[in-house]
């Protein structure tokens, strides 16, 4: 019963985390396991954001090779036009609708929308705003993601124009 | 220090409209690789991709793709950087590398943007 001191707290609830000066830094920022789906969420738009934006430089550069003719641009095409390359635009594909989808759902979020009224924390204490509005909005991020890859996949390996 | 003196609310609007605008531009650079009555492989040959750049409406549009999709991107490394850790200097020298890597990418787009529209 009662709260425990702020030191006690972090111990308890960090596993292997080692905690200094009361930051877990990027391991606490990648732990999911004492959250939910909520969570999970929270570090895949972090991940699936960073990722977009190196792949985004990595466009520019691969593009940047027009401006040299068209030999460097077809030399640059056998590197990215491969399975690999198509694979990797693959998971380019899904990173970026979830990103959309569920960046569109923090927008509304944000503005209040999907959150519930506030209520009295009750036992367990599950937040209001955590609700199935929120889980749904995670889940049709993650199907769109896939159905977004599955239709990417058919026009790079198949014959969708 | 404060991002050119915007507050943190100026810019997570900034940051909401960059992505949603970006998220409709992007779509429409897509449909140009598989939506123009060729395969996609078709559609990046080297005289298709020229000629996309010599539509005046195309050019424009790659340029609010790489301005609003570099203000989104690098605003939002910047938020997973300061969610990270806080301290005045962390800020200002985050804040200042995210700009400086924004306007190089944003120039170095622009330079492929203006020499495509020119082959």
């Known amino acids: 019963m009662g709260i425990k001191p702020n030191s006690e707290n972090n111990s308890s609830t960090g596993g292997d985390i080692r905690i200094k000066s009361g930051r877990e830094g990027l391991m606490g920022w990648l732990n999911p396991t004492r959250y939910g789906w909520e969570r999970v969420s929270y570090w895949l738009q972090r991940l699936t954001g960073v990722g977009l934006l190196i792949y985004f430089i990595g466009h520019i550069y691969e593009t940047s090779s027009l401006v040299n003719g068209i030999n460097a641009w077809n030399s640059m095409l056998e590197l990215t036009q491969t399975t690999g390359g198509h694979i990797f635009l693959l998971l380019v594909i ?19 929308i999907g959150i519930g009224r506030p209520g009295r924390p009750d036992y367990p204490y599950d937040a209001t705003s955590l609700n199935y509005k929120q889980k749904s909005g995670i889940w049709v991020a993650l199907l769109l993601a896939t159905i977004a890859m599955l239709y990417g ?9 | 220090m404060p991002l050119l003196k915007l507050r943190e609310s100026q810019i997570m609007k ?106």
Do not use: P
């Not at chain 2, 997973?80 to 590398?97: A, H």
């Open chain 2, 14 to 119: 900034i940051h909401y409209l960059t992505g949603i605008c970006a998220v409709f531009f992007v779509a429409i650079h897509i449909l140009f690789r598989i939506g123009m009555g060729m395969s996609f492989n078709e559609s990046l040959e080297f005289h298709n991709v020229v000629a996309n750049y010599h539509n005046i409406y195309y050019v424009i549009l790659l340029e609010l793709i790489l301005v609003f999709i570099s203000i989104h991107g690098f605003n939002g490394l910047r938020i997973i950087l300061l969610e990270l850790k806080q301290n005045q200097w962390w800020e200002s020298t985050i804040t200042i590398l995210v700009l400086a890597a924004m306007i190089g990418v944003i120039a170095y787009g622009t330079r492929t943007i203006i020499i495509g529209s020119q082959l």
């Open chain 1, 94 to 112: 899904g990173a970026s609708t979830f990103h959309t989808v569920n960046g569109l759902r923090l927008i509304f979020t944000e503005s209040g």
């Open chain 1, 153 to 161: 996949g058919m026009v790079m390996f198949g014959d969708v124009n």
